[in-house]
């Protein structure tokens, strides 16, 4: 679990970064968990768009892509959220103050 200070941490180094996913009509399904499972592996730190094309409730799939990648919650804003999920602490890419 991260605390505030870490979150706003995750949050200034987000806010500069690209969608490493789009999420449209066709919702989340196993090929994108494992695409955004692949994507935590490398990085730790992703923003994923929704698309205006994608009819499901934008909270209901970021709490489905939360639990389904066992990663955890930094920012929903608008049609895109940043998620984080810690590597091994031997190989951390970001360090949480």
Same mark, same amino acid.
């Given at each position: ?28 399904? $196993? ?6 499972? &692949?994507? +935590?592996? %490398? ?9 205006? =094309?994608?009819? $499901? ?6 709490? &489905?892509? +939360?639990? %389904? ?9 608008? =049609? ?18």
């Amino acid at each position: 679990m991260i605390n505030p200070k870490q979150r706003a941490f995750l949050k200034s180094l987000s806010h500069s970064m690209e969608p490493v996913m789009n999420i449209g009509k066709y919702g989340v399904n $196993d090929e994108t968990i494992r695409q955004l499972d &692949l994507a +935590l592996e %490398k990085r730790e730190l992703i923003k994923i768009k929704i698309l205006n =094309n994608n009819l $499901d409730d934008n909270k209901q799939l970021v709490e &489905l892509v +939360l639990q %389904k990648t066992r990663a955890e919650f930094v920012q929903h804003i608008g =049609n895109k959220f940043v998620i984080y999920r810690r590597k091994r602490k031997d190989e951390n890419r970001i360090e949480l103050p």
